[in-house]
């Protein structure tokens, strides 16, 4: 089951905090920024759904169907 977005991205915050850590090593940096990868492409992915979704709502709503960009 994928994370929600908010969980995906507090984690990816606190991924990055313990990459600025001096103190972590260098396995666990590494395992860290894969982590940190697999959680940014989660957050991505999820916001593309998100205006996706947006985009067909108001093609929908608008009785038509008109490309516009979406800032999130």
């Known amino acids: ?29 590494m395992s860290l920024y894969e982590e940190g990868i697999t959680l940014a492409q989660s957050c991505r992915r999820q916001l593309e759904e998100a205006e996706l979704k947006i985009t067909e709502l108001r093609a929908r709503t608008e009785g038509g169907f008109s490309e516009e960009e979406i800032d999130i």
Do not use: I
């Open 1 to 29: 089951m994928e994370q929600t977005f908010e969980g995906a991205l507090e984690r990816l915050a606190a991924v990055v905090g313990a990459l600025e850590n001096d103190g972590t090593s260098l396995a666990d940096a």
